[in-house]
């Protein structure tokens, strides 16, 4: 509402006009009032399969900014979006980029359309937007009643967004919950404390309501209970069919009081740790997965690697893909994924006005990080992690979140110093007393979704073991050879049981929230034709080039290979040699060798017509060929000029046609060594008096 009034007057009833809206002079709401309630009603937000693919990654990477994202350049997929009035864009102020002196560019969007967007791949499914969009209509009007101070009106939309605006602020949002009434901080605690998912049936036993009022659904809380409550101020959202869910940021807060309760515990593991020295005999150290991504991305551009959007990645391309790079199939799987949700192998990638194309290479780790922490494309709780591979409706997200919280919580607090016994974190996670509420959760899931029910240390193992050092966050140790079922503490065989881990100086960088310390190596060429792309190589410029180069080695940096074949494949394919130099330069300078290259590929040699033709006419004799040429019942029918010994055919002319007009001149055409006849016509005179055709002769 604020952007519309904020509107010149030309550019607002430019946008009325542009769409058709009806304004009504008879009604108390003024213009923009009326222009907003229209624009929030278009079915493209609850169905954004009707926007261009672009369209629909750029709102997605908008919306993962909570509607506000900094841009160097206005990218092409705003101006569909903006014609609709779906998002808008102006200048940063204050926000000039730090690589560029120019001031960059904010896209918005507004709040109501924030809390209509269908959840994506690579969101977190328990977050406060992804919540709202799928809450009943009577909540939201509760939760915008609440923030608005009076009852709310039809679009909820437009209402709910003075409910955002208190939800996403930090400060306000701890002042609401401090002032909660002693019974609605327990709830709220007693729900987080079972893994922040209840039942209607749990829930009223936490809130011990006597009331159990029924439905065809089952039981349903009292709309006066201490549940409600907290549902209207959108701490607590119900999700049909019966479920209530503590949205992420509320959960952040809530959970943060029981810090203090934990602390024994801490130093008790704590003192175990630094008590004696658990460095391994042999270990693995992570590398940094932007390499592996981006090379991913490069290669998954090659002809016959296409792959769907929406739908998985087909399981013999990511064979293929470990295969070629000698990678653990499990980590390249995690990381196509990852890439995928993040809008990597989208062409959206090659454009340098919007993530991920205007990221670097160094924060593309980041973006790969908050992309897994946020779920929604990756989830270890499943036998097959990777959610593209389910239908979309059913995507149904376990309570693998809260692990993910509860051990990122552990390795930050154990594993910073030096190495941990992979037992140690293990105790430590199972004192942890949300455990009983998470395995009940991981139960309840399972029979949900038809699955075979997981424990959550068995979840927390594949974290530990798998995501975490494929994301670059973890190096693992092992005293006896890996997996070959070693002895745990209580006696039963555990393949994990001598492993040992050790926080990343990357991984203490993600956690922590601090800037990553690389070394500053500019992109150069080594050995003339060898591309070696240095960290702050933007994304769009690495993505821009993948059609003419090879990928060499893909290990702690990566090398792009720019070969005189894969030059010449590119200028088959119709790339000009100009842009390739254009392309390359833009991340390094070109040594002379391949620049004498492109400029050798530059020269024009000569140059032909193509002439579409029918076919082409043998004729050894000069004489008759002129004939052909020049008579008029024949001219028509060939291509001037002609090569020496024969005439092109004009596109279109069929034997027959042209052996019936040559043979009118006295040229007989021969096709395959025979002589081509024309098919006999019936004469135009009328019928003879015996009832029979004319003669042809």
Known sequence: MEILRAFPAAELESLIARLNIRIDPAKRLDVPSQVARALVSQPDLRDPSRLPNACVELLHRVAEARGSLVVPTVPPALEPLSARGLMFARAALGHALSSEKRPAVELILPPAYLVQLRTWEGEDPHGLRALLAQASPETMSAVASHYLGRPATQ??????????????????????????????????????????????????????????????????????????????????????????????????????????????????????????????????????????????????????????????????????????????????????????????????????????????????????FRTWRRGGSWDEARPEPELFRINTESRDPSPVGVLREMVLDAVAELAEGGWVPWSSLAGYLKSDDRIPGITRLLRRWAERVGVEAVDPMDVAARIVHESLPALGVLDLGEEDSYGEGARSENGEVDRYASVTLRLTPRGRSL??????????????????????????????????????????????????????????????????????????????????????????????????????????????????????????????????????????????????????????????????????????????????????????R
């Not at 089952?218 to 409600?228: A, E, I, L, M, Q």
């Not at 740790?273 to 997965?289: I, L, Q």
């Open 511 to 696: 956690l922590f929230d601090r800037p990553m310390s690389t070394e500053i190596t500019p992109s150069q060429f080594q050995e003339g034709n060898v591309l070696r792309v240095g960290v702050h190589a933007r994304i769009c410029n690495i993505m821009q080039i993948a059609p003419f180069v090879e990928v060499g080695r893909a290990t702690e940096t990566i090398d792009l290979i720019v070969a005189p074949q894969t030059l010449s494949r590119a200028l088959s394919a119709g790339f000009d040699p100009e842009s390739l130099r254009q392309r390359l330069e833009a991340l390094a300078p070109l040594p002379d060798t391949l620049s004498r290259t492109l400029a050798q590929a530059s020269v024009v040699v000569g140059r032909g017509s193509f002439v579409a033709a029918g076919g082409f006419l043998w004729v050894d004799d000069a004489n008759v060929r002129e004939m052909l040429r020049t008579r008029r019942a024949t001219t028509e029918l060939f291509v001037d000029p002609s090569p020496p010994g024969g005439l092109i055919v004009q596109p279109g002319v069929d034997p027959e046609r042209l052996s019936r007009r040559a043979r009118t001149i006295g040229v007989e055409i021969i096709a395959e060594g025979q002589v081509v006849r024309a098919r006999a016509v019936a004469s135009s005179r009328p019928l003879s008096s015996r009832g029979g055709p004319a003669s042809t």
């Open 155 to 368: 679009p909820f939309a437009l209402s709910l967004e003075v409910a955002w605006e208190a939800l996403t602020d930090q400060n306000r949002l701890e002042q609401e919950i401090e002032r909660l009434a002693p019974t609605e901080r327990r709830l709220l605690d007693g729900v987080d404390r079972e893994g922040g998912e209840v039942s209607t049936e749990e829930l009223l036993e936490l809130e011990r309501e006597p009331l159990r009022m029924r439905s065809a659904s089952g039981p349903t809380p009292s709309r006066r209970g201490v549940g409600v409550s907290l549902e209207r101020r959108g701490f607590l959202i119900p999700v049909y069919p019966n479920r209530h869910i503590i949205p992420t940021e509320v959960a952040a807060i809530v959970g943060a009081t029981r810090l203090a309760e934990r602390a024994e515990r801490r130093e008790q593991v704590k003192s175990f740790v630094v008590s004696g020295d658990h460095a391994p005999r042999r270990a693995r150290f992570a590398a940094d997965p932007s390499v592996l991504a981006i090379a991913l991305a490069i290669v998954a551009r090659e002809g016959g690697n296409e792959v769907r959007a929406g739908i998985g990645t087909p399981k013999s391309l990511v064979q293929r893909l470990a295969t070629r790079f000698g990678r653990d199939l499990t980590q390249v799987g995690l990381l196509i994924t990852l890439s995928r949700a993040a809008g990597l192998w989208d062409n959206s990638a090659m454009s340098a006005s919007a993530p991920p194309g205007s990221f670097t290479l160094g924060e593309l780790t980041p973006a790969l």
